[in-house]
T-cell receptor, first 113, second 114 residues
Framework: GDSVTQMEGPVTLSEEAFLTINCTYT??????LFWYVQYPGEGLQLLLK?????DKGSNKGFEATYRKETTSFHLEKGSVQVSDSAVYFC????????????FGKGTKLSVKP | DTEVTQTPKHLVMGMTNKKSLKCEQH?????MYWYKQKAKKPPELMFV???????INESVPSRFSPECPNSSLLNLHLHALQPEDSALYLC?????????????FGQGTRLTVV
């Protein structure tokens, strides 16, 4: 079945460092791909999405490109801030009998000043 | 308004208690979900309602009973829970159940069973 694999971390970076969180997927169709962020003690927030191959999703300085040839959707940010410390989940749209979203295991990011 | 509102934010209940979690959205979404999230894990799907009808029940024990009174409201009734049911319970909604629609999540209810 469809699945998502992401690097589990934790990832610790200094402020203004470059961030990459790897995400790869397996899907039988052509689902949308998402990145969600969860700040401590809160629910999940949609960070960005891409609906088809070669689409780039972007928001708040974060970017991810839907790569069909490598089945990847890596999250990147050029310069992280302390306020970016959170858990990041990669997800694909399952639809049908699989419900709405299939999540990766999550990557905890800690940014030090 | 892209908000999903969950109440209460925190709940402590005994194993013999009956309580309910509530969720509300006013985005006109026709699909609503309950997820359970344990610490350091991704959310696990529990139930899906599509057009106010239960469409998915992921083999959840009967001590959890969902209810969808109308298209804006979703409840989760809790009875005779176990300590291992302590978790963050997340409600979400989306325009439909397909592979392209994003889900909007509430802040969650932090449940502790004592």
């Amino acid at each position: 079945g469809d699945s998502v694999t992401q690097m589990e971390g934790p990832v610790t970076l200094s402020e203004e460092a470059f961030l990459t969180i790897n995400c790869t997927y397996t899907a039988t169709g052509y689902p949308s791909l998402f990145w969600y962020v969860q700040y401590p003690g809160e629910g999940l927030q949609l960070l960005l999405k891409a609906t088809k191959a070669d689409d780039k999703g972007s928001n708040k300085g974060f970017e991810a490109t839907y790569r069909k040839e490598t089945t990847s959707f890596h999250l990147e940010k050029g310069s992280v801030q302390v306020s970016d410390s959170a858990v990041y989940f990669c997800a694909l749209g399952g639809g049908g009998s699989q419900g709405n979203l299939i999540f990766g295991k999550g990557t905890k990011l800690s940014v030090k000043p | 308004d892209t908000e999903v509102t969950q109440t209460p934010k925190h709940l402590v209940m005994g194993m013999t208690n009956k309580k309910s979690l509530k969720c509300e959205q006013h985005m006109g979404h026709r699909a609503m979900y309950w997820y359970k999230q344990k610490a350091k894990k991704p959310p696990e799907l529990m139930f899906v309602y599509s057009y106010e009808k239960l469409s998915i029940n992921e083999s959840v024990p009967s001590r959890f009973s969902p209810e969808c009174p109308n298209s804006s409201l979703l409840n989760l009734h809790l009875h005779a829970l176990q300590p291992e049911d302590s978790a963050l319970y997340l409600c979400a909604s989306s325009q439909g159940v397909n592979s392209h629609t994003e889900a909007f999540f509430g802040q969650g209810t932090r449940l502790t069973v004592v």
